[in-house]
């Protein structure tokens, strides 16, 4: 015989599938081993009580990621008035503009801010406005102080 009659040693038939209708008998056995074991009458309540509990544990997360969310833009909020304000007093010290500003965002982030508490959608969103303002003015600050000054200011 031919050395290229030979079968070839690194050929290997492809591995066996299983038989899908033996694997759903099986999967039935394991299901009624499962019905047993909780007790047939129980199955469906049992089946339901756990949905009902992960639905509960699933919602009982999202409330309290919902609030660390509104927690941080609040906090956010009131850093970037902070910041705000130091870039204005930066810029007062160096004799530019800015006392105006300084003081009409002051009293609109003061309204927006004042007693909205709790976890209503108007208290949310008046934090969302005062965030806004907060982040659009220290912005504005930022670019007032990047120029450079005009001649005769102290830089």
Do not use: C, K
Request: proline share 8%.
């Amino acid at each position: 015989m031919s050395a290229s009659m030979l079968p070839d040693p690194r050929f290997r038939p492809a591995p066996r599938r299983p038989d899908p209708v033996a694997m759903v008998w099986l999967a039935g056995a394991a299901l009624a081993v499962l019905a047993y074991s909780l007790g047939p009458d129980r199955l469906v309540a049992n089946a339901l009580d756990a949905v009902q509990q992960a639905s509960w544990y699933a919602d009982h997360l999202i409330h309290n990621l919902t609030l660390a969310t509104l927690m941080a833009l609040r906090a956010a909020a009131i850093g970037l008035y902070g910041t705000y304000v130091g870039l204005s007093l930066l810029a007062l010290r160096r004799g530019g503009q800015g006392a105006g500003g300084l003081i009409m965002v002051t009293l609109i982030f003061g309204l927006l801010v004042w007693g909205a508490e709790g976890d209503h959608p108007a208290a949310n969103a008046r934090w969302v406005a005062a965030l806004v303002l907060a982040a659009l003015a220290a912005l504005g600050a930022t670019g007032r102080l990047a120029r450079r000054p005009p001649p005769g200011m102290r830089p």
